[in-house]
């Protein structure tokens, strides 16, 4: 009873904006204000969200090229088991993201293009 009352309290402490995808405007407003902060961006809790979002990110795409083979579909990408990815090569293509865009597309799907881009099944 103890541990379902803790799963529960835990639940309701989660913060509503850790349940929503965060779109790429929002992570590129934290990666610039990191990157203003210099080495004093190592003491700050937004690289794990960043990190975070970024690992998320990448396990929904893996699941989704799964998921198509699984069902006999061509997957949107062809990406090597380990993929190699920097963050400035990452952020210059969220970057060059028109701004308008950028508002309403979440992390997820601005890697999936880019993978895509990067990618291409042939």
């Given at each position: 009873?103890?541990?379902?009352?803790?799963?529960?309290?835990?639940?309701?402490?989660?913060?509503?904006?850790?349940?929503?995808?965060?779109?790429?405007?929002?992570?590129?407003?934290?990666?610039?204000?990191?990157q203003a902060r210099g080495?004093?961006?190592m003491f700050s809790s937004?690289?794990?969200?960043?990190?975070?979002?970024?690992?998320?990110?990448?396990?929904?795409?893996?699941?989704?090229?799964?998921?198509?083979?699984?069902?006999?579909?061509?997957?949107?990408?062809?990406?090597?088991?380990?993929?190699?990815?920097?963050?400035?090569?990452?952020?210059?293509?969220?970057?060059?993201?028109?701004?308008?865009?950028?508002?309403?597309?979440?992390?997820?799907?601005?890697?999936?293009?880019?993978?895509?881009?990067?990618?291409?099944?042939?």
């Amino acid at each position: 009873m103890n541990r379902k009352f803790l799963l529960a309290a835990l639940a309701v402490m989660v913060p509503v904006g850790a349940l929503q995808a965060m779109t790429v405007a929002v992570f590129l407003e934290k990666a610039d204000a990191l990157q203003a902060r210099g080495m004093m961006a190592m003491f700050s809790s937004d690289i794990g969200l960043l990190k975070g979002e970024i690992t998320s990110a990448g396990a929904a795409l893996r699941a989704e090229v799964a998921a198509a083979r699984r069902a006999g579909r061509p997957p949107a990408f062809c990406a090597p088991e380990r993929v190699r990815m920097g963050s400035n090569e990452l952020l210059a293509f969220f970057r060059a993201i028109p701004p308008a865009q950028r508002q309403r597309l979440e992390v997820r799907d601005a890697m999936r293009f880019y993978m895509v881009r990067r990618f291409p099944c042939r």
